[in-house]
């Protein structure tokens, strides 16, 4: 292969195979920052995955790290030597401004790096810039007041999904090789099913990186979003470097090619919102968990019915936690004008609930997360649609209307309440999985187009045991991805 056509195909390599390449020098860490750089340049103006780009920071990173590998060739080079990532715009870059997404916060670059970024910047990755998120991450769609909206590579006027909403767009389009998420009831998965990609929410504490503001009920995890189960595991290696989660004492890319034993599989469409929301599965969402069946019984799993009964007390609890961060925000009244319907009615309705009302939830949750826990101990794994509907167009959730002129506004634009439904009714199967602090991976095994990466994507979500993160991966890549 001559030099120009590999180095015009550097995005088409797993991540795996270039973090080889980087290693081993067969391309520089200036060589890929500047073709990342370029294909963001190039196709963000259509597809607004980034908020911010730190191109010239990037590359001065780059150089910094090719002078290294050269001055010291004996030297082990870290992990992700050279590798470029975006953090989505709720996590501090140091001396990159923080937006989360909201137009009623100050732009001040943050001081130092939050966790998340310190752990991959300390294994050597190199950050590109920030990516699309909703206002503080509260959605499962990446649109706000202050950047476009993040758009579905797969079809331009569909949302990305959310909150890592941008981060998963731009790793499906080949604007980076993989990037980390941030999961608190779905956020790493829901876009990842959208966009046609594997993510995995580790287990609560896997992760010491995780990082949230004002998450009582220990919701939140950070970790991949990812083409391959391999380019996943090698992303989660960093991320759990120092947690308890290690598979037995091995790396996860390590074990990630080992076929798992047969298991026991119970699926299910049962979900803690159907009391309050009421909702039928898109046909392509039981197509895709049709699929899903079909490989892992061909992989040899016993994939069995499996009823679960929920507590129909969930919603009201998952809400009041899910919205108590953004009652504490620190907001200046007459900025408040500025935040969303949704956000500005959350925090209305946190700000006057009280201390008992959170607490009297929180032990609901950890109830809730018990009785969850004793009912899936009867299978190794849980399947359910990753979604329930197929990618929504842009503005669909808030009835603006803004996504490819064809979808009028709607007489529920400014409905926090409407909007909050639609979410819960287009993912009903995600936030107890945060509730209950389990591991989950959301797999792409369908395409409505009756092809591969035709259509658009619809996935199945797996839900592990406690520690099980290495088997979900496990399983993953046995189902051929």
């Known amino acids: 292969m001559s030099a120009p056509h590999r180095l015009a195909d550097i995005h088409r390599l797993p991540a795996v195979q270039l973090s080889a390449a980087l290693r081993s020098g067969e391309l520089s860490a200036r060589e890929v920052t500047a073709h990342f750089l370029a294909r963001i340049e190039e196709s963000n103006p259509r597809l607004g995955a980034f908020i911010t780009v730190t191109g010239p920071r990037a590359m001065a990173e780059a150089a910094a790290a090719d002078l290294f590998a050269r001055r010291h060739p004996d030297q082990p080079l870290p992990a992700l030597h050279g590798m470029p990532v975006a953090f989505k715009d709720l996590t501090d870059v140091a001396g990159v401004v923080t937006t989360h997404g909201s137009a009623a916060l100050d732009r001040r670059p943050a001081p130092v790096d939050g966790a998340l970024a310190a752990a991959l910047r300390g294994a050597g990755a190199i950050s590109v810039g920030k990516t699309q998120v909703p206002e503080f991450g509260l959605t499962a769609y990446s649109e706000n007041r202050i950047a476009p909206p993040s758009r579905n590579p797969f ?22 090789p993989f990037a980390p998420g941030t999961d608190g009831g779905g956020s790493i998965r829901i876009p990842a099913a959208a966009c046609g990609l594997l993510g995995l929410k580790p287990g ?16 939140v995890v950070a970790g991949p979003l990812a083409r391959s189960a391999a380019d996943a595991a090698l992303l989660l290696d960093v991320l759990a470097s120092n947690g308890p989660g290690r598979p037995d004492d091995a790396s996860y890319l390590d074990v990630v090619g080992r076929a798992p034993a047969p298991l026991r599989i119970g699926v299910s469409l049962d979900s803690p919102w159907a009391g309050i929301f009421p909702f039928t599965p898109d046909p392509e969402a039981l197509d895709a968990l049709d699929a899903g069946v079909r490989l892992l019984t061909g992989a040899g799993h016993d994939v069995v019915e499996a009823e679960i009964r929920y507590d129909n007390r969930y919603p009201d609890a998952f809400t009041t936690a899910w919205t108590a961060g953004v009652g504490a925000a620190r907001i200046a009244p007459h900025r408040e004008v500025l935040l969303t319907p949704l956000t500005r009615t959350f925090r209305r309705r946190a700000q006057q609930r009280s201390a008992a009302k959170l607490n009297e939830c929180l032990a609901f949750l950890r109830q809730f997360e018990r009785d969850t826990l004793a009912q899936y101990s009867a299978w190794d794994l849980i399947l359910t649609p990753a979604l ?7 503005g669909w959730f808030t009835g603006t209307g803004h996504g490819d ?54 996935g199945i979500q797996l839900i592990g045991r406690p520690g099980s993160e290495a088997l979900l991966l496990q399983v993953a890549a046995q189902l051929g991805f």
Not at 388 to 394: E, I
Not at 450 to 458: D, H, Y
């Open 204 to 219: 609560r504490g896997v992760v010491p990186a995780g990082e949230s503001s004002g998450d009582p009920a220990g919701l």
């Open 405 to 458: 002129g064809r979808w009028p506004a709607s007489e529920w634009a400014g409905d926090a309440d409407g909007d909050y439904r639609r979410q819960c009714e287009f993912a009903p199967w995600s936030s107890m999985v945060n509730v209950c602090g389990l591991p989950a991976i959301s797999v792409p095994v369908h395409w409505t187009g009756g092809g591969p990466r035709t259509g658009l994507p619809m």
């Open 155 to 176: 079809a331009l006027s569909r949302s990305s999904g959310g909150s890592s909403g941008g981060s998963a767009a731009a790793v499906a389009a080949g604007l980076v």
């Open 388 to 394: 329930a509907q197929t990618p929504r167009p842009v």
